[in-house]
């Protein structure tokens, strides 16, 4: 009999659905669905917007809006806390009522079921940023998740935030930015489509969105690969800040993970990454691979070729493991000792 189950990765911008069935065969998968934070939404909005997608998951692989779901496997941005986890779960069985079971995380625990089912990290760096570790025995240890007033260093907000503020700072002879301030001043302008510093309190106040002002981290991007030395400075700051937070957690690591395939796998996830090349200078330097007290021993940096979705569906079937081709799931893009790596 073929079981279904359905997994939803939800970020502070957008959302990915999949539904998969019991072989781990993607039957359909939806991308650049709304966001599903549930504290920039609200719980019952949240609710409106899951149900939502999992009704057009079901439709594009061509079942009805009532099929049995095995599993609903939700790992969201925002949802940190077992207590409202468990509130929302509740809220949503109501409306959801084909699935067996609704199972609710954070958006850090969909990337890894994805790509290990040993424990690892993963660390996320988008519109905001995350950091966590599950060892082999179900042990946790986390650092960031807080949000852009509380955290997310190393995010496309954190990157943004500090290109404007360098500006600012140094516009206003408070403090010199490290490089020239020329190109990432363009790049404000064309991103909020203003002309003067005065322009951004808008932005930044009355008509602030969190998503749409990481977004300019796109353009220090362009500037980044065009040479801008300003830009190259942010994503090397933010290489280093990333760094950090897997040295946060390092200390918990159980030793066993250091000793499969890939050493310890660490699952990135976000479009920061996609600008590693920039990043890698800073990351190197806190982690200390260029000498000979290297703060993680043996690593690999993994991105997934599939949708993080489809973790969040693996993550919904406990007692029942998707069947996993490891080698088309996951692609190593760096890893420590460098001799394991094709990337340097």
Known sequence: MVKYFVGIEGGATHSTVVIVDNEGNILAELLDQPSSNLWALGMEKCCTILQEMTTDVLKKAGLPPDEKLAGLGLCLSGCEDEQSNEKLRQMLSKVITNAESITIASDTKGPLAAASDAGGIVIISGTGSNCLLINPDGTEARC?????????????????????????????????????????????????????????????????????????????????????????????????????????????????????????????????????????????????????????????????????????????????????????????????????????
């Open 144 to 344: 960031g998740g807080w949000g852009y007033l509380l955290g997310d260093e190393g995010s496309a907000w954190w990157i943004a935030n500090k290109a404007i503020k360098f500006y600012m700072d140094n516009e206003d002879n408070l403090i010199p930015a490290p490089h020239d301030t020329s190109y990432v001043w363009g790049a404000i302008k064309k991103h909020f489509n203003i002309e003067t510093r005065s322009s951004l309190l808008e932005h930044s106040y009355e008509k602030f969105d969190k998503s749409f002002y990481a977004e300019l981290t796109k353009k220090l991007s362009e500037g980044a690969k065009s040479g801008d030395a300003l830009c190259q400075h942010l994503f090397e700051m933010a290489g280093e800040v990333l760094a950090r937070h897997l040295i946060a957690v390092s200390s918990k690591i159980d030793k066993a993970l250091y000793e499969g395939r890939f050493g310890l796998p660490i699952v990135c996830v976000g479009s920061v990454w996609k600008s590693w090349e920039y990043m890698k200078p800073g990351f190197i330097r806190m982690l200390k691979l260029d000498t000979d007290t290297p703060k993680l021993p043996k690593f690999s940096l993994l991105t997934l070729t599939v949708a993080s979705a489809f973790g969040a569906a693996c993550f919904s079937c406990k007692e029942f493991n998707l069947p996993r081709k490891y080698e088309e799931i996951v692609q190593v893009f760096y890893s420590f000792p460098s001799e394991n790596s094709n990337s340097d």
